[in-house]
């Protein structure tokens, strides 16, 4: 036993938690406890409007003064409040359990010997947390006797069953009992409940969705819920909605399928070395909605209230390039409350060779707490861009762009997919290109060789001559400059520092031109060690001032922290809902609203780059981070990224959504190869970053692990170079994933490594080189140059680099005071 875990054995963990906690995630018990102001009602009022109801039979919620409630399960007290890994690892000052949320709420009653004995039971067998990638999936239940259960029915009218289940990083969850499937001791349970109550709440304290296929089995189960992890205010955010404080209105972002064989890449998932993405386009919905409607236990979108609204159609117009679609919703009862607003496509082009799902969702609003009557209608603007399909080989006669083909274009509204009214439709007489676009990522070596090498920046000029002592076969010829030396200061000519650049007395290429190759390879990578000195305490590590002489040169540390959920930090910082239930709101603007609020928190802890959000699409149930992630549907993942993005960077500091791209499993994740066809990179994988971009411009973005088609993300130029810049016009910085896998570059051997990174256009290696760790944790990569020596063809070229530090000096010169 270390010291911290032999200090806490001595504790009575129930009063000294706090303190337990902060011992094991090294935080300094005596440090100040920091909140953000006005955080914990943003994050309960966050929290309780991602949970998303869905049953609630004979009226079961929301309990009265008059309901005494028998709350089993083992989770009221070892609540599930995020994930494990990189999104979750926050240390908060406070998390309020299920349990505790509920006693504390004067309008419910909960049984206290029941509670007592889950308490007793808690302290005796604390969960374990295990290590990385081996956290457990759920924690084991307390066997409650018949008659422990009969007397329990007798002292209360209804039960509760929280029942959990943990997500993680680094590896999935599994088609076992204690994961998607329920554990023998938690149906044991449900038999017990199911003949003792006549009323049953289930209320799921999970991350990723799971089997719900037992619940026909329970007639007594009358109200389900879908509570996700909430975090550290959770317990009282699922007391506002049991309570009816707060009037339920989130809804799924992922269909739940009777069967896991049900979901479309059930057979073409997990794989660790390829996966083909055979499904295609029909992803979630798409599938479910067009080709398995009877498949489905509960539809995407799908979510109860405690009111009952009735949408109605307004209005609908087709201008040149967009539609404008109205359509309203009301309140028919008296309780207050929410609904999540949609609209869907349905597209009839008779002859067309490009399959399309029956229903695709274009937009969404939550409205704001209508009372009794109470109408809102809402406006919104689909642009004809966004309902185009992408041709990716031509059949239609327009290869590589997206088309708006001729044919009937129909817009429904609800809340719901399959509770829609028709608003109106529009008839399109022939076939446009609404963009043209280039084949990308699909192409062969020989092809995309020719294409960088037409387009390897031209900014030498620019730039002029340099000669690097270093940097051998790198002098283009400047003789007025050939007296620089290493340091990069010319004899007798002032170095520049940013500081000058800052203050606009020098200009960016005037700096760039005197750094040094050492300086320009180190501006393309972190600094090598997490927790960097740079930092707060625990932060991700550093990118920009990495050495000495860049420092001198007065070039900023630039700290980085993960993550969604949260900084995690060696602090105390604020614990977010994860992902999926925050999209579960299906409120944009509070979801804004709290990374705002974050915003605080991370210009307190002195953050440049907070890597957040996690956006890959929920290709399948069992990804170990769906739970970061926010939905099947990348229309309604690209405007949460969105919000989540202009929230953090309301302050200047930057976001980083990740992981760009088809990070859609974690198994075999930094080797795997997700082949995926054009049209489905494009609609679905790329969509969400696609959106992201275009609306709030994030200042960096993070690569993924895996492959895309042959190329790992972090080398793929068509993914960044030619999509992500040159395509949707990306302006920021690009930096990996933690590490990257080494390679060679197919179409220039003799580039590889940090060179052919840097040629595909990813401009930082995080958090920092590992092959040449061994040199010591500061050394910069000599490998690089010798990509740029004459022998090596297409070898390397000094503007490529320099363009490399330009992206990386222009977010370093906006963190500068
Ligand atoms: C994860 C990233 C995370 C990074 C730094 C990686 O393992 O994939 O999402 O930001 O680590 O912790």
Redesign the pocket.
Known sequence: MNTVESKISEMDTSETSDLAQALTHGLDPSEEKYETEGMADLLRKSAAEGIVLLENRDQTLPFTKEDYLAVFGRCQIDTFFVGY???GDVSPVHKISILQGMEEDPDLHVDPELADLYRKFSKENPPEEGSWGNWPYYYPEMEVTDETVQKAAKRCNKAVYILGRAAG??RENRLEEGSYYLTRAEEHLLDQLNQAFDSITILLNVGNIMDLSWLKKYPKIKALAFVWQLGQEMGYAVADVLSGKVNPSGRLTDTIACDYHDYPSADSFGDPVRNEYKEGIFVGYRHFETRARDRVLYPFGYGLSYSNFEVSPISLHHYPGLTEIRASVKNLSKCPGKDALMVYLSADLPGSRLKRPDLVLVGFVKSPLLSEGEEDPENFMVSDYQISSYDADGVTGHPSAYILEKGTYTFYAGDQVRNLVEIGSFTQKETVVTKQCEKATTESTRELAARILSRLPQELSAFSGKVFETGKGTDTGNETDKSVNESGSGKGEKSLTLKDVKSGEASLEDFIRQLSLEELVDLSRGEGP?DSEWGSKGN??IFGGVSESLRAKKVPPIV?S??PSGL?LKHYTTLLPIGTALASTWNDRLVYELFKKEAEEIDHYKIDVM?AP?MNIHRNPLCG?NF?YFSEDPFLTGWMAAAVVEGIQSRGASA?P??FAC?SQETG?NKEDSVVDERTLREIYLKAFEMCVGIASPKNI?TS?NRVNGVYSHYNYDLVETILRKEWGYKGNVMT??WMQPGESPEFPGLKNNAYRIRAGVNVL??GGRDYMDQGPHHSDPEVAKCMEPEVPDGLTLAELQTNAKHVLEFCLERME
């Open positions: 890994g990189s999104g990083e680094d997490m991700t590590g980085t993960d993550g995690r890597l996690g981070r970061e980083c990740k992981h990070n994740r993070m692990y994933d933690w995080m958090p």
